[in-house]
């Protein structure tokens, strides 16, 4: 049976997106700048809330989760596990985007994912799928010894399995995390 996902980790609070996200999503999508490697949304709030009614279903399966993180009631930013798979224990985590307006969160948004990918989803790989010159997500990936799976229209396709994440998840939180909480 799963275990109830945690509504905290390495002091953010992290809660499953609602449709009253969607400005907040809109707001960070919809930067060029920001997006520069992912999808640009289109600056329309509607558009996003039927986008996540459609989420929620997936949801309700089991296939899709998408966080909301918040540092007391600053909006730190959004990122999905997606694809979520139990028959073959794997998923991938995207929609990784935080307010630049907060520091040094990235890295807690990215190992909050695989503590529950790995501990309350019981899957043992996970995959991203990460544009060849985004420097600043590869690096967090590249911490991990991720294996680079293939290369597809200038995206590198790379994986953690669940040994590699415990050997290295304890340098990754004394260097980037312990000591900003
Ligand atoms: C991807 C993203 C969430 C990563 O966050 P981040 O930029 O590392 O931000 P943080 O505030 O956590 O890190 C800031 C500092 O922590 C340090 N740091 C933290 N983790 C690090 C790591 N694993 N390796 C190296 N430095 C790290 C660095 O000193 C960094 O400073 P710098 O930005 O001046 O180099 C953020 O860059 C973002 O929102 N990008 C736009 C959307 C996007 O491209 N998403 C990814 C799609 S795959």
Redesign the pocket.
């Known amino acids: 049976m799963l275990k109830k996902l945690p509504n905290e980790a390495y002091g953010l609070s992290l809660s499953l997106v609602e449709i009253s996200d969607a400005s907040d999503i809109v707001a960070?999508r919809s930067s060029p700048e920001?997006?520069?490697?992912?999808v640009t949304v289109e600056k329309n709030v509607e558009k996003q809330e039927e986008w996540i009614n459609e989420y929620k279903k997936r949801e309700q399966r089991g296939e899709d989760l998408y966080f909301a993180y918040r540092q007391k009631d600053l909006l730190v930013?959004f990122?999905r596990i997606s694809h979520i798979n139990y028959e073959k224990g794997t998923c991938s985590?995207?929609?990784?985007?935080?307010?630049?307006a907060?520091?040094?969160?990235?890295?807690?948004?990215?190992l909050s994912r695989f503590d529950i990918a790995f501990e309350y989803l019981n899957l043992n790989e996970v995959h991203?799928?990460?544009?060849k010159d985004?420097n600043?997500?590869?690096?967090?990936?590249?911490?991990f010894n991720c294996s680079l799976e293939g290369k597809e229209n200038g995206y590198n396709n790379v994986a953690i399995s669940i040994e590699e994440y415990y050997k290295i998840k304890d340098s990754?939180y004394k260097?980037?995390?312990k000591n900003l909480i």
């Open positions: 960070l920001l997006t520069k490697y992912m930013g990122a985590l995207s929609s990784w985007i935080k307010n630049p907060v520091q040094s969160v990235g890295s807690r948004m990215l991203a799928s990460i544009h985004n600043k997500a590869l690096r967090h990936w590249q911490c990754y260097k980037f995390i």
